[in-house]
């Protein structure tokens, strides 16, 4: 059974970077999509980022231009580059791994926590003005 651990959160200034890292264990081969999450205090889940295994990719408009999903097969690391960071992206973030098939209707809800299995414990992200 897969399981994710998140690592690389911490406090930056706005215009700052980070890189936010997602460590998967056990059968992590059965996966067929991962993503990025955020939750900011009093507000719902959003998807920040998410890429399928045919190297299909999704960011939400808010993170585009700034933000990098990216893996490493090899060590079973998914990672979230984020640049230019500003006070709106502070939240708690967080990695997820889904196992359904690659239809239109999984591709078109990458970056809804819905179609998502598994998930991560999280990683705070805060960044000051």
């Known amino acids: 059974q897969v399981q994710l651990q998140e690592s690389g959160g911490g406090s930056v200034q706005s215009g700052g970077s980070l890189r936010l890292a997602c460590i998967f264990s056990?059968?992590?081969?059965?996966?067929?999509?991962v993503g990025w999450f955020r939750q900011a205090p009093g507000k719902e889940r959003e998807g920040a980022a998410a890429r399928t295994n045919d190297n299909f990719i999704r960011y939400a408009d808010s993170v585009k231009g700034r933000f990098t999903i990216s893996q490493e097969h090899a060590k079973g690391t998914l990672y979230l580059q984020m640049n230019n960071l500003k006070p709106e992206d502070t939240a708690t973030y967080y990695c997820?791994?889904?196992?359904?098939?690659?239809?239109?209707?999984?591709?078109?809800?990458?970056?809804?926590?819905?179609?998502?299995?598994?998930w991560g414990q999280g990683t705070q992200v805060t960044v000051s003005s």
């Open positions: 056990g059968a992590p081969y059965t996966y067929k999509y």
């Open positions: 997820a791994a889904g196992t359904l098939g690659l239809t239109n209707s999984v591709r078109t809800g990458l970056l809804a926590s819905s179609t998502y299995e598994k």
